[in-house]
């Protein structure tokens, strides 16, 4: 079973930037895809942005641009890096993983990202 860790949320001024990062430990598939989405108050959770363990990345098209994922395959980390964050990026942000071609996920714990205006 995996197991993720979530850190590098906080609050932040708009136009920022914060880093996320989320280690996963346990039983990784060796095709898999990690990633983040994202959940605001009263709203369905989203995806953000996901990467497979072949470099291969996805973005939402709200993100383009301003959010980067990356990931190190030796650590089971993936990251975040987000810049020019908006108020509206305001939400707590999860990681998953998955293996490539299954819709199940294995979820983080969430860590919150606010951006003040």
């Known amino acids: 079973q995996v197991q993720l860790v979530e850190s590098g949320g906080g609050l932040v001024q708009a136009g920022g930037s914060l880093r996320l990062s989320c280690a996963a430990s346990?039983?990784?598939?060796?095709?898999?895809?990690m990633g983040w989405y994202l959940q605001a108050p009263g709203k369905q959770r989203e995806l953000v942005a996901s990467i497979t363990n072949f470099g291969s990345t996805f973005y939402a098209d709200s993100v383009k641009g301003r959010f980067a994922i990356s990931r190190d395959n030796a650590k089971n980390t993936v990251y975040l890096q987000m810049n020019s964050l908006k108020p509206e990026d305001t939400a707590v942000y999860y990681c998953?993983?998955?293996?490539?071609?299954?819709?199940?996920?294995?979820w983080g714990q969430g860590t919150q990202v606010t951006v003040s205006s």
């Open positions: 998953f993983a998955a293996a490539l071609g299954s819709s199940l996920r294995t």
């Open positions: 346990g039983s990784i598939f060796s095709r898999n895809s």
